[in-house]
């Protein structure tokens, strides 16, 4: 009887993980470049999805890795590392889920010139022709020309991530 419980929840058990691993699938990271692998760095796929990753510190220095992703566990592998990740924005259509309509907008852009960093109050153009202010203290000096940045809905508000810089800050559009 004991044996057959034990054979019964192995069984269960060997089911649902397997239930799990069906939920993931192998994509790669398009942004940023290099993918660090730490915690809060925004990170998109090729399938258009974003993450975020949570509680991690692994300076992997990945150029457009190729990664297993599972939704369903909130776990990325990527070189042989498992992190602990967090969906922001979905595909329209991952593999093994329903294509679903997503009410979050991801704005992909270049700022218009040169990038100088975080200031605590900058104000930032688009090649789009928005212009975004910083709205969350951050300082930091980045030297790029025209880098890509993503701007998604976080919480209340929206975060930018300007590529090269590892942490993304809180912005508001005023045009």
């Not at 369903?72 to 590392?81: F, I, P, R």
């Not at 991801?106 to 022709?129: A, H, R």
Request: net charge neutral; with cysteine.
């Amino acid at each position: 009887m004991i044996l057959m419980k034990v054979i019964s929840t192995v069984f269960l058990l060997l089911i649902t993980s397997l239930a799990s691993a069906k939920n993931c699938y192998e994509s790669s990271i398009v942004s940023p470049t290099p993918f660090m692998g730490n915690n809060g760095e925004v990170f998109k796929l090729t399938d258009g999805s974003v993450w975020e990753v949570k509680h991690e510190y692994e300076y992997l220095y990945e150029y457009y890795p190729s990664v297993i992703i599972c939704p369903s566990t909130g776990k990325l592998v990527v070189d042989g590392k498992t992190l602990n990740v967090k969906q922001l924005i979905s595909s329209k259509s991952t593999p093994n889920s329903p294509s679903r309509p997503t009410s979050a907008k991801v704005i992909e852009s270049n700022i218009d010139g040169d990038f100088e960093g975080w200031e605590g109050e900058t104000i930032v153009k688009l090649m789009n022709g928005q212009i975004w202010e910083q709205s969350e203290y951050y300082y930091t000096y980045h030297y790029s020309y025209m880098p890509k940045v993503l701007i998604y809905r976080s919480g209340g508000g929206y975060k930018m991530k300007v590529d090269g810089i590892e942490k993304s800050v809180g912005v508001i559009q005023i045009k």
